[in-house]
Antibody, heavy 116, light 107 residues
Framework: EVQLLESGGGLVQPGGSLRLSCAAS????????MSWVRQAPGKGLEWVSA????????YYADSVKGRFTISRDNSKNSLYLQMSSLRAEDTAIYYC?????????WGQGTVVTVSS | DIQMTQSPSSLSASVGDRVTITCRAS??????LAWYQQKPGKVPQLLIY???TLQSGVPSRFSGSGSGTDFTLTISSLQPEDVATYYC?????????FGQGTKVEIK
């Protein structure tokens, strides 16, 4: 059974940093590109970032480019999102997703709140 | 960047009705189009990929069509458990933009 378990969310002040993690199981992690998608309170889905199978290619939404860094460790079956210079508008549930290439599995999400 | 526009933004229909949601891409995306269903308070789930291929386990009353710039999600006979917000998404290249969503309610 495919499982994606996000962690690392929390309350952070504007300008602060946070690192999200996603532990994957139930599939060969290194064979699949992965993505992060977020959803602000009461709003729609926003694709944030994606990474290739090897980690050699990474892609970002304009809204986070230069502030967020996606990475993966295939030896640990883990996906990461390093977030810095956080803003109030980054407040959202962050979902880790598997790309097949459509996003066929989603984690339960981790909540990030940016507030002073 | 390619924009994805869904219509309508919301709809209300009776149980058993045929429901159609449209998604338009600002440029051609071949058939790299997915539809997701998000029930209230739940995680989004993949319904359809490659514009018309039903994800495993999805009821056959859901169907998708289209190619290029114009796509459609159809629910052939609306059921109470279909109350949700539906999103289209392009995935041919980054950014993997979502549509703004269509909220479906029961009349």
């Amino acid at each position: 059974e495919v499982q994606l378990l996000e962690s690392g969310g929390g309350l952070v002040q504007p300008g602060g940093s946070l690192r999200l993690s996603c532990a994957a199981s139930g599939f060969t992690f290194s064979n699949y590109a992965m993505s992060w998608v977020r959803q602000a309170p009461g709003k729609g889905l926003e694709w944030v970032s994606a990474i290739s199978t090897s980690g050699g290619a990474a892609y970002y939404a304009d809204s986070v480019k230069g502030r967020f860094t996606i990475s993966r460790d295939n030896s640990k079956n883990s996906l990461y999102l390093q977030m810095s210079s956080l803003r109030a508008e980054d407040t959202a549930i962050y979902y880790c997703t598997k790309n097949t290439p459509a996003q066929d599995y989603w984690g339960q999400g981790t909540v990030v709140t940016v507030s002073s | 960047d390619i924009q994805m526009t869904q219509s309508p933004s919301s709809l209300s229909a009776s149980v058993g009705d045929r429901v159609t949601i449209t998604c338009r891409a600002s440029q051609g995306i071949s058939n790299y189009l997915a539809w997701y269903q998000q029930k209230p308070g739940k995680v989004p789930q993949l319904l359809i990929y490659a514009a018309s291929t039903l994800q495993s386990g999805v009821p056959s009353r859901f169907s998708g069509s289209g190619s290029g710039t114009d796509f459609t999600l159809t629910i052939s006979s609306l059921q109470p458990e279909d109350v949700a917000t539906y999103y289209c998404q392009k995935y041919n290249s980054a950014p993997r933009t979502f549509g703004q969503g269509t909220k479906v309610e029961i009349k």
